[in-house]
């Protein structure tokens, strides 16, 4: 809706930016400038500050469903809610499965405890139905009904009530014709005796029950839905299965209308301008279920297939897509574009600050890297995915974790295996910042002279720059103040502010704010306040014309 396209412009940029559709090419590159820096708690606020917006004249209900598989971002956004104290009429509602929950040890129920704990929530158990209220549905679901009397007692019996398996037992006897519309009016299509409500035991049970009740065509177009993933196109459907394009769309079309297994998503227009179907399972629970039934070497060529379509399809704009093409090529036994697409995947998710989401991401791009043979080139990916991986796991462990040091040793190791410059700049960076929080600072020490040997070397301005602003930070951890403002100095005529405009993204602090915050306080050791004072003015201005929120803390 425009207004809200406009509320967003004005209150959430970054949102904005990630819903490409909904701007042009120029307004893109306008909000990349404007947001470049910004922070993951940018992202919490802008998204509180529009959800206050769009609330002034109207109340909003936001409804996030199945929780238990939620991820951390959405995660932090509901405790990000839930702790806002300015008025807004938001109501906010989400579902889950607790018994799920506790037996995947999912983060939601730490943080839903906690928000009971403090009274910023409700939790309404959703109990069983009692016969009546069975009734209560049908006369809902099907009104001027004319079902005999038993037909309540029959579905509660069978199904004790619980409305996942009510529900599905329900569409079940719709989905059989054994309920009928007729004369304006829903009845059953046989006597209540010969009724069979045909709900099993599990979930599982009851989905194979109802692919029975498909044709073959629509078993096979399910199949290959669920290899393309819980939403999909059907341009994908066609690519994994190898059937007509016309039968996808008139599959799906059906199954959404009659509502079995997929729901419509409308129309997607994929950046050829082509516009496709786009369906979704109505819950994941059919999807695992239809996956399972696909043989394992046949799914592998599917999943190949989707993925090199994909890959086609979107071409330079493959890395808006980069975490589902990674999947695919993964499940695909392609590991080497798997690998290259988790990597792209990593460095969205960093961007949008979901970091724990880049850790993981680029974890299981390492693992697909060992599934290769050694070579030069698989070294160079496993550099460029290590030094990847630093930046998230130094945000979500810290700078001195042991994690951070193995990931930074092993770094080195292929560096000096592939003789690479290119990446020691940032090896070295994060190496030195391990030691220098560990409180290891000969070891820094050393990793900062071998930043101006090779410096020397190479003849790189860089590399000088972050020796002496290295050299800079251990001096002043150890007290040695006239040292660390001698090289504050020397790294400061080597810096160069155009250049080092996006280092905050990579190495997490920019130097221009940094160098001078650890001079102010060098400064004010030597007793010189006044020096002291107008560095530290120097780093706040910086750090506010760059919008960078690590620099300003």
């Given at each position: 809706?425009?207004?809200v396209?406009?509320?967003?412009?004005m209150?959430?940029?970054?949102?904005?930016?990630?819903?490409?559709?909904?701007?042009?090419?120029?307004?893109r590159?306008?909000l990349?400038?404007?947001?470049?820096?910004?922070s993951?708690?940018r992202?919490?606020?802008?998204?509180?500050?529009?959800?206050?917006?769009?609330?002034?004249?109207?109340?909003?209900?936001l409804?996030?469903?199945?929780?238990?598989?939620?991820?951390?971002?959405?995660?932090?956004?509901?405790?990000?809610?839930s702790?806002?104290?300015?008025s807004?009429?938001?109501?906010?509602?989400?579902?889950?499965?607790?018994a799920?929950?506790?037996?995947?040890?999912?983060p939601?129920?730490?943080?839903?405890?906690?928000?009971?704990?403090?009274q910023?929530?409700?939790?309404l158990?959703?109990?069983y139905?009692?016969e009546?209220?069975?009734?209560?549905?049908?006369?809902?679901r099907?009104?001027?009904n004319?079902f005999?009397s038993?037909l309540?007692?029959?579905?509660?019996?069978?199904?004790?009530?619980?409305p996942?398996?009510?529900?599905?037992?329900?569409?079940?006897?719709?989905?059989?014709e054994?309920?009928?519309?007729?004369?304006?009016?829903?009845?059953?299509?046989v006597?209540?005796e010969a009724?069979?409500?045909?709900?099993?035991d599990?979930?599982?049970?009851?989905?194979?029950?109802?692919?029975?009740h498909?044709d073959?065509e629509q078993?096979?177009?399910?199949?290959?839905?669920?290899v393309?993933?819980?939403?999909?196109?059907?341009l994908?459907?066609?690519?994994?299965?190898g059937?007509?394009?016309?039968?996808?769309?008139?599959?799906?079309?059906?199954?959404?209308?009659?509502?079995?297994?997929?729901?419509?998503?409308?129309?997607?227009?994929?950046?050829n301008?082509?516009?496709?179907?786009?369906?979704?399972?109505?819950?994941?629970?059919?999807?695992n279920m239809?996956?399972?039934?696909?043989?394992?070497?046949?799914?592998?060529q599917m999943?190949r297939?989707?993925?090199?379509?994909?890959e086609?399809v979107?071409?330079?704009?493959?890395r808006?897509?980069?975490?589902?093409?990674?999947?695919?090529?993964?499940?695909?036994?392609?590991?080497?574009?798997?690998?290259?697409?988790?990597e792209?995947a990593?460095?969205?998710?960093?961007?949008r600050?979901a970091?724990?989401?880049?850790?993981?991401?680029a974890?299981?791009?390492?693992e697909?890297?060992s599934k290769?043979?050694?070579?030069?080139?698989?070294?160079?990916?496993?550099?460029s995915?290590?030094?990847?991986?630093?930046?998230?796991?130094?945000?979500?462990?810290?700078?001195?974790?042991s994690d951070?040091?193995s990931?930074y040793?092993r770094?080195?190791?292929?560096?000096?295996?592939?003789?690479?410059?290119?990446?020691?700049s940032?090896?070295?960076?994060?190496?030195r910042t391990?030691?220098?929080l560990?409180?290891?600072?000969a070891t820094?020490?050393?990793?900062?002279?071998?930043?101006?040997?090779?410096?020397?070397?190479?003849?790189?301005?860089?590399?000088?720059?972050?020796?002496?602003?290295a050299?800079?930070?251990?001096?002043?951890?150890?007290?040695?103040?006239t040292?660390?403002l001698?090289?504050?100095?020397?790294?400061?005529?080597f810096?160069?502010?155009?250049?080092h405009r996006d280092?905050a993204?990579t190495?997490a602090?920019?130097?221009?704010?940094?160098?001078?915050?650890?001079?102010?306080?060098?400064?004010w050791?030597?007793g010189?306040?006044d020096?002291?004072?107008a560095?530290?003015?120097?780093?706040?201005?910086?750090?506010?014309?760059?919008?960078?929120p690590?620099?300003?803390a």
């Amino acid at each position: 809706h425009p207004e809200v396209i406009d509320i967003l412009r004005m209150h959430a940029p970054m949102w904005l930016l990630q819903m490409s559709s909904l701007v042009s090419a120029s307004e893109r590159q306008a909000l990349s400038r404007e947001v470049a820096g910004a922070s993951r708690e940018r992202m919490l606020r802008e998204i509180g500050n529009a959800l206050e917006a769009l609330t002034e004249s109207l109340p909003l209900v936001l409804i996030l469903e199945d929780l238990q598989w939620s991820d951390y971002s959405t995660l932090d956004l509901i405790s990000f809610l839930s702790k806002q104290r300015q008025s807004a009429h938001l109501m906010v509602i989400g579902t889950d499965r607790t018994a799920e929950l506790i037996a995947s040890k999912h983060p939601l129920r730490a943080i839903k405890q906690e928000l009971l704990a403090k009274q910023q929530c409700e939790e309404l158990a959703l109990e069983y139905l009692s016969e009546t209220e069975v009734a209560e549905y049908l006369a809902i679901r099907f009104p001027t009904n004319r079902f005999p009397s038993g037909l309540a007692s029959l579905i509660h019996k069978r199904t004790e009530g619980n409305p996942l398996f009510m529900v599905h037992a329900v569409n079940h006897l719709l989905n059989s014709e054994l309920i009928v519309e007729s004369d304006e009016s829903w009845k059953l299509g046989v006597d209540i005796e010969a009724v069979e409500v045909g709900v099993p035991d599990s979930i599982k049970q009851l989905i194979e029950n109802q692919l029975d009740h498909l044709d073959a065509e629509q078993q096979r177009i399910l199949h290959a839905a669920s290899v393309a993933g819980t939403e999909f196109s059907t341009l994908a459907i066609a690519a994994g299965s190898g059937e007509d394009r016309a039968v996808i769309e008139r599959g799906c079309s059906e199954l959404a209308r009659r509502h079995q297994f997929l729901k419509d998503y409308g129309i997607q227009v994929l950046p050829n301008g082509e516009a496709v179907g786009r369906y979704g399972f109505i819950h994941a629970i059919y999807q695992n279920m239809l996956y399972e039934r696909v043989p394992a070497s046949r799914r592998m060529q599917m999943h190949r297939r989707i993925a090199e379509l994909g890959e086609a399809v979107y071409g330079e704009q493959s890395r808006e897509i980069a975490a589902k093409l990674a999947l695919h090529f993964e499940r695909g036994r392609d590991y080497k574009r798997a690998a290259k697409y988790l990597e792209q995947a990593a460095e969205n998710s960093i961007r949008r600050f979901a970091y724990r989401e880049a850790v993981s991401l680029a974890r299981r791009g390492l693992e697909s890297l060992s599934k290769l043979p050694d070579s030069a080139e698989r070294a160079e990916q496993e550099l460029s995915l290590h030094l990847t991986l630093g930046v998230p796991l130094i945000a979500t462990e810290g700078y001195a974790a042991s994690d951070v040091g193995s990931v930074y040793v092993r770094a080195r190791e292929l560096c000096q295996q592939l003789g690479s410059l290119t990446d020691v700049s940032e090896v070295l960076w994060g190496l030195r910042t391990y030691h220098t929080l560990r409180a290891e600072f000969a070891t820094a020490h050393e990793i900062a002279e071998e930043f101006l040997r090779a410096a020397g070397r190479f003849g790189d301005r860089e590399l000088t720059m972050r020796g002496h602003w290295a050299l800079e930070t251990i001096f002043l951890h150890q007290g040695k103040f006239t040292l660390a403002l001698e090289h504050y100095d020397q790294a400061l005529a080597f810096y160069d502010p155009t250049r080092h405009r996006d280092d905050a993204f990579t190495y997490a602090q920019n130097p221009g704010v940094a160098m001078r915050c650890f001079a102010a306080w060098a400064l004010w050791f030597v007793g010189l306040p006044d020096q002291a004072l107008a560095r530290i003015q120097e780093a706040v201005v910086l750090a506010r014309e760059s919008s960078d929120p690590h620099g300003l803390a």
